[in-house]
Structure formats: C-alpha cells, structure tokens
C-alpha cells in the first residue's frame, strides 16, 4: 500500500523556520521523483519544488527561491522541505507528490499539512 505521510506542520512567526518531512512507503522510493506542492483555499495547487530520484537536480517556484531547500535521504524513504524566512503567503496546506514515468505515469499524494505563519 502506497503511503506518503507528510509532518513537521504547525505555527510559525514571519522569518521564523520550519523543516517539513514526508515518510514515504509501498513502492520503490529512490526512483521516483519528489515534489512539494502548496494549496490555499479558492487557489490552484501550487508547485513548491522538485528533486530528482538521485537527488542531483532541484527546482524552485520563484516565490521561494532562496528560501526553501528541498532535499532527500533514500535510505529513510525520505524527502524534506527547509522553509527560511517564512512570509504570510506561505501560508498553506503543504502535499507531498512522488511522480515516476516508466510506460504509465505513477502519481502518489500524500494528505497535506497545515503551514500557518502569523505573528
């Protein structure tokens, strides 16, 4: 059973920081790519960042170059999102996304957790 649980959520002030981790099982994590997307309510899914399968090509929205890190660890079937210099309109429910193209595409979403930055 394929399941991505995302964690780490919660309030933090603007400037502050936040690390995301998404814990991912059921399928073969290392070949797959890992995105992090971002939902607020009334607005289309937002991608946030991507990293390869090996962890050797990153990309950002322009909105959070500079301030988020997205990485990976294979050997945990992990992937992460280290959010800097948090702003008001990062505000949003953050999804884990594991997409592979082999034939068939494979899309896996995890069930969002809630980033919330208020002073």
């Known amino acids: 059973q394929v399941q991505l649980v995302e964690s780490g959520g919660g309030l933090v002030q603007p400037g502050g920081s936040l690390r995301l981790s998404c814990a991912a099982s059921g399928f073969t994590f290392s070949i797959f790519d890992m995105n992090w997307y971002r939902q607020v309510p009334g607005k289309e899914r937002e991608l946030v960042a991507g990293i390869s399968s090996g962890g050797g090509r990153t990309n950002y929205a322009d909105s959070v170059k500079g301030r988020f890190i997205i990485s990976r660890d294979n050997a945990k079937n992990t992937v992460y999102l280290q959010m800097n210099s948090v702003k008001p309109d990062d505000t949003a429910v953050y999804y884990c996304?594991?997409?592979?193209?082999?034939?068939?595409?494979?899309?896996?979403w995890g069930q969002g957790t809630q980033v919330t930055v208020s002073s």
């Open positions: 996304n594991a997409w592979a193209l082999f034939g068939v595409r494979y899309d896996y």
